[in-house]
């Protein structure tokens, strides 16, 4: 019998971050022809003498929308076949890519496919058996993530083959792409190929670094990154359990760490292509960027901005920092001021050269006190910053945290965020601020049930020869009811809610 070996028709179009809408029948490659052919498969199996064709329903107009990106939902695509000639006894599918020359990288790899099969369920496992893919997936699916923007094809090839490959003795990890299609060569009876194309945008590329730089964090505090063509919506609650908080303080304004809420339309939004400022915007007061903790960064300074009086109103100086440099604003909210050291000994030290530790309102990555190289940081008497090349992040600038103030930066080297100018209102003030007064052995003993709706949360700290206590418990999502006792003596109680 003659078999017929298809021929490659590459189908590609620009794909924007947002995902593409599906045409209404799968894309599909032929011999001779390609393009949406209506190929939805059938029972297959091993009859049959028609040509072999791949296709797949997830596709439109000859592209890989985002949701089997690792920009969107990292699943794997729906891939069907039909045609398979007499004889098949089973197949398997191998998805490539070319990342330059002479180079093949491989995506995802099945084997074993067993002849009654005419399709994979898009995210489906279980399919076959799972060979090593080299580009980042293991024995999964890894999804299209290119370092750099532009056009990138993908083959998907479907084998229909008759007999069994030979890969005795190999471990799963061995069944390398390379090694999986040498094994097919004697027994594939016909292939079939689809080639789709994806156009990775930076603004994807640097939407992939925001999120990816929260690791475990996006768990434990319950943090989301959403991104369109233009920002990276930064959504937390702005508090943090992994350490302690308010230890240490030794001046206060009295006011405690509760959930915040920037979500939704209040999350942050931080620049995904950063673009350098003709005019430098100074940080001079309030909300600087966000940790990968969630837990939003602060200028030097307290309300008001820094100034020329005893201390320059740095809140270092004046002993309002807690042990890892942060404290409880006017609204109840819990920010850095400086480095965020404790979040920061989560890690080896040589981590935040290459990793960042947070986002500036500009768009640019914030990395710890060394160069990518490990060498002291070099920051430059612009904005506190280098042009060296960052991984993780985007292109152009970075910062640097110090011990020196300002901490973090002095000035936005890019354009910042529409959240600079409206900081105000991403708060929402539960009870007027408290009265400062000087403080010894302050702690809190917060915890996650603590903070949690019905739990209770208590700080305490002596000022010379009194002491204080405030307890705080949570009644509804957006309200507290805070007693407050001096000397063990109850002296006030009050409920407060949140606006939003």
Not at 276 to 293: F, H, L, M, S, W
Request: charged content about 10%.
């Amino acid at each position: 019998m003659r078999i017929r070996i298809l021929s490659v028709m590459a189908m590609m179009i620009t794909l924007m971050a947002a995902c593409s809408a599906k045409s209404t029948a799968p894309d599909t490659n032929t011999s001779g022809s390609g393009g949406n052919t209506g190929n939805t498969g059938g029972t297959g199996g091993t009859g049959g003498s028609g040509t072999l064709t791949v296709a797949s329903s997830g596709a439109s107009n000859g592209t890989l929308p985002t949701t089997y990106t690792c920009d969107g939902g990292s699943q794997s695509p729906p891939i069907s076949w039909s045609g398979a000639p007499t004889g098949t006894t089973g197949y398997a599918m191998i998805m490539t890519t070319i990342p330059g020359p002479g180079t093949v990288k491989y995506n995802w790899i099945l084997y074993n496919i067993p002849p009654t099969a005419t399709s994979i369920a898009a995210g489906a496992t279980g399919v076959g058996t799972a060979g090593f893919a080299d580009d980042g997936g293991g024995l999964a699916y890894a999804p299209p993530c290119s370092q750099g923007p532009g056009l990138k094809n993908y083959i998907f090839t479907i084998y229909a083959l008759s007999g069994t490959p030979s890969l005795t003795g190999l471990s799963a990890n061995q069944v390398t792409g390379a090694v999986l299609t040498a094994a097919l060569a004697p027994v594939t009876l016909a292939s079939a190929t689809l080639t789709l194309g994806v156009n990775r945008t930076q603004a994807m590329i640097n939407c992939a670094s925001l999120r990816t730089s929260l690791g475990s964090y996006s768990t434990t505090n319950s943090l989301a990154i959403t991104c369109d063509s233009t920002y990276g919506y930064f959504s937390t609650y702005g508090i943090q359990m992994k350490h302690a908080m308010m230890n240490g303080i030794t001046a206060t304004n009295q006011q405690v760490p509760i959930a915040q809420n920037f979500t939704g339309t209040n999350a942050w939004k931080i620049p995904l292509v950063p673009t350098v400022a003709t005019t430098k915007t100074a940080a001079v007061d309030g909300p600087i960027g966000v940790a990968v903790n969630g837990v939003p960064i602060f200028n030097p300074c307290k309300q008001g901005g820094c100034n020329s009086t005893p201390g320059g109103n740095d809140t270092k100086v004046l002993g309002e920092l807690d042990l890892c440099n942060g404290h409880a604003g006017r609204a109840d909210d819990y920010h850095y001021h400086a480095a965020p050291i404790c979040m920061m000994s989560d890690q080896p030290t040589a981590y935040w050269d290459s990793h960042p530790l947070g986002w500036a309102l500009d768009g640019y990555a914030i990395f710890g006190y060394r160069n990518p190289d490990g060498t002291t940081a070099t920051r430059d008497n612009i904005c506190g910053g280098n042009t060296l090349t960052h991984q993780n992040a985007p292109a152009g600038y970075a910062y640097h945290v110090t011990d020196v103030s300002p901490y973090v930066l002095s000035c936005f080297y890019g354009n910042p965020s529409p959240d600079l100018a409206g900081q105000g209102a991403k708060y929402a003030p539960i009870r007027p601020p408290g009265t400062p007064i000087t403080a010894s052995n302050m702690t809190l003993d917060a915890t996650t049930a603590s903070l949690a709706i019905g739990g209770t949360t208590t700080m305490v700290w002596q000022s010379g020869s009194t002491s204080y206590q405030i307890k705080y418990v949570r009644t509804t999502a957006l309200c507290w009811t805070f007693t407050f006792y001096t000397n063990g003596a109850q002296t006030s109680t009050s409920n407060y809610c949140r606006s939003f």
